[in-house]
């Protein structure tokens, strides 16, 4: 079965630094990969997916990740952080024959500092 | 830009009821999901419905639960006789016919329910 690991449960940096959220995932074949977003109170937000093609992956509100086979990872990064970009950050995984049966990381918490 | 929407967006009930969320995907959808989260664990796959029945299930999803598609709009997830460890957050889900299996998931915001 497949498994998502984000290594990192909470991760600070001030506004306007860099930022780099890691995951991993295990599977055999080549997964569909998603990185979604979540406000307090809030469903869940899309901000990419990686499904074939181009590993280097563009979203929403000026966020990307990177899809290394070498390194079982899809890491999402930002250039610089603004505020309203505290939330929880989920990685999922999904077959190839199944994206709604998603498997999602433990999440990665996000605190902007000032 | 079109919704997934869930109500309500809390329910609190005692062990022991049944209890009914409801979701209503958007329009277009034809396959729809329930996902659940328990307070500061991961979101977890619960079921997946398509044309009318349930196409998969995770082992979490028991005889204590069930989904319906009572008309063209809404997707009910019906728990029978709830316990404490069904509190957590609800999200109800569904994705875009013809792209289907290779759709992202758009997500409602959830219903909390509140087991006592």
């Known amino acids: 079965a497949q498994s998502v690991t984000q290594p990192d449960i909470h991760i600070t940096v001030s506004e306007g630094a860099s930022l780099e959220l890691r995951c991993n995932y295990s599977?055999?074949?080549?997964?569909?990969l998603f990185w979604y977003v979540q406000s307090p109170g809030q469903g869940l937000q899309l901000l990419l997916k990686?499904?074939?093609?181009?590993?280097l992956v563009q979203g929403i509100k000026g966020f990307e990740a990177e899809f290394k086979r070498s390194q079982s990872s899809f890491n999402l990064r930002k250039p610089s952080v603004h505020w309203s970009d505290a939330a929880e950050y989920f990685c999922?995984?999904?077959?190839?024959?199944?994206?709604?049966?998603?498997?999602f990381g433990d999440g990665t918490t996000l605190t902007v500092k000032p | 830009e079109p919704e997934v929407t869930q109500t309500p967006s809390h329910q609190v009930t005692q062990m022991g009821q049944e209890v009914i969320l409801r979701c209503v995907p958007i329009?277009?959808?034809?396959?729809f999901y329930w996902y659940r989260q328990i307070l500061g664990q991961k979101v977890e796959f619960l079921v997946s419905?398509?044309?009318?029945?349930?196409?998969?299930k995770s082992e979490i999803f028991d005889d204590q639960f069930s989904v319906e598609r009572p008309d063209g709009s809404n997707f009910t997830l019906k728990i029978r006789s709830t316990k404490l460890e069904d509190s957590a957050m609800y999200f109800c889900?569904?994705?875009?016919?013809?792209?289907?299996?290779?759709?992202?998931?758009?997500f409602g915001n959830g219903t909390r329910l509140t087991v006592t």
């Open positions: 999922a995984v999904a077959l190839n024959t199944n994206a709604g049966k998603s498997t």
């Open positions: 599977y055999g074949a080549t997964p569909y």
């Open positions: 990686y499904f074939s093609g181009d590993t």
């Open positions: 329009s277009n959808h034809l396959y």
């Open positions: 419905f398509y044309n009318n029945e349930i196409s998969e």
């Open positions: 889900a569904s994705n875009v016919p013809g792209q289907g299996d290779n759709s992202p998931l758009h």
